[in-house]
């Protein structure tokens, strides 16, 4: 599976972006999606799962309520919509594919392939 982000930009506070990531491979149906972003100097961190079917989602504690991760299977495309948009919020995001297990979902270690990442900048 190749992934490959895109979306990210400048946005001001309390603003929304919506982010996209784009797969390749006959996998993607059968993956559980994530996103998960790094700030500088801090490690990467998870943001949002949805397994295949997109009946089943997951959201950090810090997104929860703000953040909405979405999947189209036919487009084998993952969406990660930000709304309330805070200065903290500000990262390179990236999109992950993989099989986790429940304990892994949330750790990067639980996905196989990565995209390349797209920078969201939140300004206050």
């Known amino acids: 599976v190749q992934l490959q982000a895109s979306g990210g930009g400048l946005v001001q506070a309390g603003g929304s972006l919506r982010v996209s990531c784009a797969a390749s491979g006959r996998t993607f149906s059968n993956s559980v999606m994530g996103w998960f972003r790094q700030a500088p100097g801090k490690e990467r961190d998870f943001v949002a799962a949805?397994?295949?079917?997109?009946?089943?989602?997951y959201y950090a504690d810090s997104v929860k309520g703000r953040f909405t991760i979405s999947r189209d299977n036919a487009k084998n495309t993952v969406y990660l919509q930000m709304n309330s948009l805070k200065p903290e919020d500000t990262a390179v995001y990236y999109c992950?594919?993989?099989?986790?297990?429940?304990?892994?979902?949330?750790?990067?270690?639980?996905?196989?392939?990565w995209g390349q990442g797209t920078l969201v900048t939140v300004s206050s």
């Open positions: 992950a594919a993989g099989s986790p297990i429940l304990s892994s979902l949330r750790s990067s270690a639980g996905y196989r392939y």
């Open positions: 949805i397994r295949s079917s997109g009946g089943t989602t």
